[in-house]
């Protein structure tokens, strides 16, 4: 059972322009959800977070929007880059604080 | 360099053989996580703690799995009898306290053959 979707296996955009990465959740108790970003064979990086309590958070490039109701959360990239091209996991935690992670975007961005 | 540290990176193992992997955590985060990663899924939950204690395991933790925390600094994910099934990337992570961002070592590989 995957409480939590990445339908994108990978998606490949133009330097300079935006990177929208999607990701659902099926779990109503989510209430804070995360994007990590993961070169091979390492470790994933914290790239941005949102509480349920918001609709959007920004951080220079990266912005994540949260629709609560749709169950549905996306990051965007803007400019993208070529340093940007990496895997990129959405995860999502109750109150528990262990992290459910999607199975992950590629991201490839050519000049 | 004080990010969450793993080791050993690598790990090569004949199927049967036990191995131990050891994490520590950034200095004075409280809480531990364990992960298992395999090639195309995300990171999945194994365990994780508050100070020494184990708060919870998750059922893909069979008896075969051990993580410790003593004194609640380092902690080891000690693997029995070793499956291929168990070749895969473990990651340790730590966060100061629950909700707080969640930071993850750069991961120890498994190869069971």
């Not at chain 1, 409480?3 to 300079?16: A, D, F, R």
């Not at chain 1, 070169?39 to 629709?67: H, Q």
């Not at chain 2, 994490?23 to 364990?34: A, F, G, M, Q, V």
């Not at chain 2, 799995?65 to 070749?87: C, H, N, V, Y």
Request: glycine content about 6%.
């Amino acid at each position: 059972d995957q409480q939590v979707k990445q339908n994108s296996p990978s998606l490949s955009v133009q330097e300079g322009r935006i990177s929208i990465l999607n990701c659902d959740y099926t779990n109503s108790m989510f209430d804070y959800f995360l994007w990590y970003k993961k070169y091979p064979a390492e470790g994933p990086t914290f790239l941005i977070s949102i509480s349920s309590i918001k609709d959007k958070n920004e951080d220079g490039r990266f912005t994540v929007f949260l629709n609560k109701s749709a169950k549905h959360l996306s990051l965007h990239i803007v400019p993208s880059q070529p340093g940007d091209s990496a895997v990129y996991f959405c995860a999502a935690s109750d109150n528990t604080d262990k992290l459910i992670f999607g199975t992950g975007t590629r991201l490839q961005v050519f000049p | 360099d004080t990010g969450v540290s793993q080791n050993p990176r690598h790990k090569i193992t004949k199927r049967g053989q036990n191995v131990t992997f050891r994490c520590d955590p950034i200095s004075e985060h409280n809480r531990l996580y364990w992960y298992r990663q395999t090639l195309g899924q995300g990171p999945e939950f194994l365990t994780y703690f508050q100070n020494e204690a184990q708060l919870e395991k998750s059922r893909l933790l069979s008896d075969r799995f051990s993580a410790e925390r003593p004194k609640g600094s380092f902690s080891t994910l000690e693997i029995q009898r070793t499956e291929q099934g168990d070749s895969a990337m473990y990651l340790c992570a730590s966060s100061f306290q629950g909700r707080d961002t969640i930071y993850f070592g750069e991961g120890s590989w498994l190869t069971v053959v």
